[in-house]
């Protein structure tokens, strides 16, 4: 029991920091980015990803659906932090194992509705923004989630619009995208999804 809170508080801390780092990154255009992170944590963050985008379409009066609504990789890494911290809190204490569980699920569940909450939160404020992504369209941008290659899939990508810097799905129908990568937007191609390919080659789609 104990090695399962222990591993649960590294990797959910690890990936947690990760984020963060990854965030600060995404803001910062100017700064270098390690991306070969993206071998262990964009893979997670598609799957993650591909269960948003795959669970959104079940209907709202499925409980399960409900549930699948706000799983994501970041609800993930908050239930697992906190899951293993309480649970390592609890076997310190002492408290008894069963007790010890409950409260680290009741913790990491708490955990993942709040950052749930958070984002659903963050994702109004953009929405009432009246940001238009058609003024990004030209600007630079960079992959936060991965972006599968040749139009397969979606990544997301960060870029500031109208002096806000804001989180956007994303597809290329250039070479897959690894997170940290420089690209430019170039049109809008759906509802809240970017087209957009790596600086390397703006210049071929311009032409």
Not at 64 to 77: C, E, I, N, P, Y
Not at 112 to 133: D, H, T
Not at 194 to 205: F, P, R, Y
Request: aromatic content about 8%; hydrophobic content about 45%.
């Amino acid at each position: 029991m104990h090695n399962l809170f222990f591993y649960s508080a590294l990797i959910g801390g690890v990936l947690l920091v990760v984020q963060i780092l990854l965030l600060v990154v995404g803001i910062d255009h100017g700064a270098d980015v390690d991306v070969d992170v993206d071998v262990d944590v964009g893979d997670v963050g598609d799957v993650a990803h591909g269960l948003d985008t795959h669970m959104g379409d079940v209907d709202g009066h499925d409980s399960s659906g409900a549930f699948f609504k706000v799983l994501s990789f970041k609800t993930a890494v908050a239930f697992l932090t906190f899951f293993g911290l309480t649970g390592l809190l609890g076997m310190r204490a002492p408290l008894p194992p069963g007790m010890t569980v409950v409260l680290a699920v009741a913790a990491g569940s708490l955990a993942f509705y709040f950052v749930a909450y958070l984002m659903s939160a963050l994702a109004k404020l953009q929405s009432s923004g009246n940001i238009k992504l058609e003024n990004a369209v030209g600007s630079t941008g960079r992959v936060y989630l991965r972006i599968p290659g040749k139009g397969t899939g979606f990544g997301k990508v960060t870029v500031k619009v109208q002096g806000r810097v804001i989180e956007v799905k994303a597809r290329t129908q250039g070479e897959e995208l690894a997170t940290g990568t420089e690209v430019k937007m170039l049109r809008v191609s759906g509802p809240d999804v970017m087209e957009v390919c790596s600086l390397d080659e703006g210049g071929s789609h311009d032409q």
